[in-house]
């Protein structure tokens, strides 16, 4: 069985890609960066989701000699040129801090009408072969911010994120809606093919 790496600590990642990978029948033993506790992580120097995938999978791929997957994602507002992109984790300064960033973006959008309140969720999920070989695939969810958070599932900007043709928030929804229409989902599935026509 092919060992694929994916570049993340979060366990719910690993779970959500190892059941898309499983049910599209592919034989493939997939473990988080836990599985390599020596390596550290990498510095996500990139511009783009793109880059900073890659950037993670490619240095998975080269320390471990194994398959490598990373993602990178965020939130994009329309009214702030596709901001705070890929610096939505770091938005208010300090790197993961979920209510901060989510005070500010609120903050800063206080006076923006509801017809400019569109925005998306971005993900690009990256494949690296020991041997260089990469591809990526990417994601999309679009919706609406709304004014005040709601709703206790999910993390980062899910609370204020309204999916379009939904009366609720990313929050709002149970595990499995989110993770039918999330852009990490469906980046996810679309490297199935990838994993498929790479490693066999």
């Not at 033993?29 to 890659?54: H, Q, S």
């Not at 950037?55 to 194994?66: I, M, P, Y």
């Amino acid at each position: 069985m092919k060992r694929l790496i994916l570049a993340t600590r979060n366990a719910n990642k690993v779970t959500e890609l190892r059941a898309i990978l499983a049910g599209a029948g592919l034989d493939v033993e997939l473990v988080g960066a836990d599985a390599y506790p020596e390596i550290p992580d990498v510095k996500e120097t990139g511009v783009t989701f793109a880059e900073n995938a890659l950037l993670k999978a490619h240095a998975l791929a080269q320390a471990t000699g194994h398959p490598a997957v990373a993602d990178d994602s965020g939130l994009c507002v329309d009214v702030l040129n596709g901001a705070p992109g890929i610096f939505s984790a770091r938005w208010a300064g300090r790197h993961g801090d979920d209510k901060a960033n989510l005070d500010l973006l609120l903050a800063q959008l206080s006076d923006i009408a509801e017809e400019h309140r569109g925005a998306h969720f971005a993900c690009a999920a990256a494949l690296a072969l020991p041997d260089g070989t990469e591809r990526v695939v990417e994601g999309r969810l679009e919706g609406t911010l709304r004014h005040e958070p709601a709703g206790t599932g999910g993390f980062g900007y899910d609370p204020i994120l309204q999916p379009l043709g939904e009366t609720r928030t990313c929050a709002e929804l149970t595990a499995e809606e989110k993770n039918a229409i999330s852009h990490r989902g469906e980046a996810f599935r679309g490297l199935v093919p990838v994993v498929r026509e790479l490693l066999g």
